[in-house]
Nanobody
């Protein structure tokens, strides 16, 4: 069983930056692919970014490509989502997910992930 805890959210002005962290419990973190999704009020949860267990493959939604960067530190059981040039449209609750499955072809499907954190709020003011 993996437990995930997100942090790093907050209120930031448009154009600013935030770095989200997701810390996983357990000793098998390096076996899990990790993903970030977000959900704005009244909208469905949408894919943001994902990284394979090895870190060799990283995927981004078109809406964040070039602005967000995902990385992982398996020694610290942590994934980081660096968010730059934030826009009001990025306002949402951001969730970290983990899956033991290979994510190639399925990284953007929330149902592919087995474990989720509680989420962290990101608010971008205009």
């Amino acid at each position: 069983q993996v437990q995930l805890v997100e942090s790093g959210g907050g209120l930031v002005q448009a154009g600013g930056s935030l770095r989200l962290s997701c810390v996983a419990s357990g000793r098998t973190f390096s076996s899990y692919a990790m993903g970030w999704f977000r959900q704005a009020p009244g909208k469905e949860r949408e894919f943001v970014s994902a990284i394979s267990s090895s870190g060799d493959n990283i995927y981004y939604a078109d809406s964040v490509k070039g602005r967000f960067a995902l990385s992982r530190d398996n020694a610290k059981n942590t994934v980081y989502l660096q968010m730059n040039s934030l826009e009001p449209e990025d306002t949402a609750v951001y969730y970290c997910g983990a899956t033991w499955r290979r994510i190639a072809g399925y990284y953007s499907v929330s149902g592919w992930y087995d474990h989720w954190g509680q989420g962290t709020q990101v608010t971008v003011s205009s």
